[in-house]
Every structure is written in C-alpha cells, then in structure tokens.
Antibody
C-alpha cells in the first residue's frame, strides 16, 4: 500500500525558513517523480514543485522560484522541500504526491498534508 | 504558463442527475489533462488521467473527454458520496497548473 507521510510543518515567522519532509513507502520510490502541492485555507490547489526520479528534472511555480528548493534522497525514500524567506501568502496545507511516471506528469497518490502557517 | 479555466465554479444537482464540468486550456495541451476529486477535509484523489482514462478502482459513472484546449468531465448519475470539489490539471508544460475547481453539491 502506498503511504506518503509529510512532516515539518508548523508556525514560523515571516522571513524565516522551514524544511518539509515526506516519507514514502509501499512502492519503489526511485521509479517515480514526486511533487509538492499546497492549498491555502479555503482555496484551490497550487502546484509548488516537482522532481523527476533521478533529480535530473526539477520545476517550480513562479510564486516560489528562488525561495524554495525541492530534493529527494532515493536511498532514504524521502522527499524534501526547503522553504526560505517565507511569506504570509505561503500559509497553506502542503501535500506530498507521487507521480504516475518517472517524470512530472500526473499526481497519482497524495499524502494527508502538513500545515505551514507563516505569521508574526 | 498555461492557464486552466474551469466552469462552473459550483453547481447544485439532484441525486441521479448527470453532471458536466468543463475545463479550457489557454493553449493546445493534446490529451495531457487529469481530473481530481477532493472531498471535504481530505487529500485530493486522481480520478481520470490523460483526459479519458479511468484510474483503477474509480466508479464507471465518472468519465472524461476532450483534447486540444477543451475538456469535459462527467458524472453520469450523481451519488451522495460524490459531494466534493473537482479539479482539472494539465501537464503538457511546466508548471502543471490546476483549474480553479468546481464544488459539487446535492440539491
């Protein structure tokens, strides 16, 4: 059974940093691309970043480019999102998602999310 | 970036009704279009990929069609458990943008 468990969320002041983690199990992690998607309270889905199976292809939403960094450790079956220079508008539930393929295409399975609140 | 315009933003229908949601891309995306369901308080779930392929385990009352810039998602007979927000998502180009969502309620 595919399991994705996000962690690392919390309350953080504007301008500070936070690192999210996603622990994956139940599938061959290094066969698939992975994503981070966020959802602000009461709002729709916003794709944040994605990474191919071997980290050879990485993409970011314009809203986070230059501030957020996605990475993965295939030996640890883990996905990460380093978030720097956080802003109030980054407040959201952050989901980790597994792709259907090795490159960025379809978000086939989602974790339950970790909440990030940016506030002074 | 490709923009995805979804309509309507909300709808109310009776149990057993046929429900249709449309999604329009700002440029040709071939069939690189997925549909997701998000029930209240839950993570999204993939229903349809590549515009018309039903994900394993998804009931056959759900279907999708279209190619190029215009796509349609249909629930053939609305059930109470279908109350959710539905999103389209393109993956022809990065970033893989979502539509704004359609909230489906029971009348």
């Amino acid at each position: 059974e595919v399991q994705l468990v996000e962690s690392g969320g919390g309350l953080v002041q504007p301008g500070r940093s936070l690192r999210l983690s996603c622990a994956a199990s139940g599938f061959t992690f290094d066969d698939y691309a992975m994503h981070w998607v966020r959802q602000a309270p009461g709002k729709g889905l916003e794709w944040v970043s994605g990474i191919s199976w071997n980290s050879g292809s990485i993409g970011y939403a314009d809203s986070v480019k230059g501030r957020f960094t996605i990475s993965r450790d295939n030996a640890k079956n883990s996905l990460y999102l380093q978030m720097n220079s956080l802003r109030a508008e980054d407040t959201a539930l952050y989901y980790c998602a597994k792709d259907l393929a090795a490159t960025v295409t379809t978000l086939a399975y989602w974790g339950q999310g970790t909440l990030v609140t940016v506030s002074s | 970036d490709i923009q995805m315009t979804q309509s309507p933003s909300s709808l109310s229908a009776s149990v057993g009704d046929r429900v249709t949601i449309t999604c329009q891309a700002s440029q040709d995306i071939s069939n690189y279009l997925n549909w997701y369901q998000q029930k209240p308080g839950k993570a999204p779930k993939l229903l349809i990929y590549d515009a018309s392929n039903l994900e394993t385990g998804v009931p056959s009352r759900f279907s999708g069609s279209g190619s190029g810039t215009d796509f349609t998602f249909t629930i053939s007979s609305l059930q109470p458990e279908d109350i959710a927000t539905y999103y389209c998502q393109q993956y022809d180009n990065l970033p893989p943008a979502f539509g704004g969502g359609t909230k489906v309620e029971i009348k």
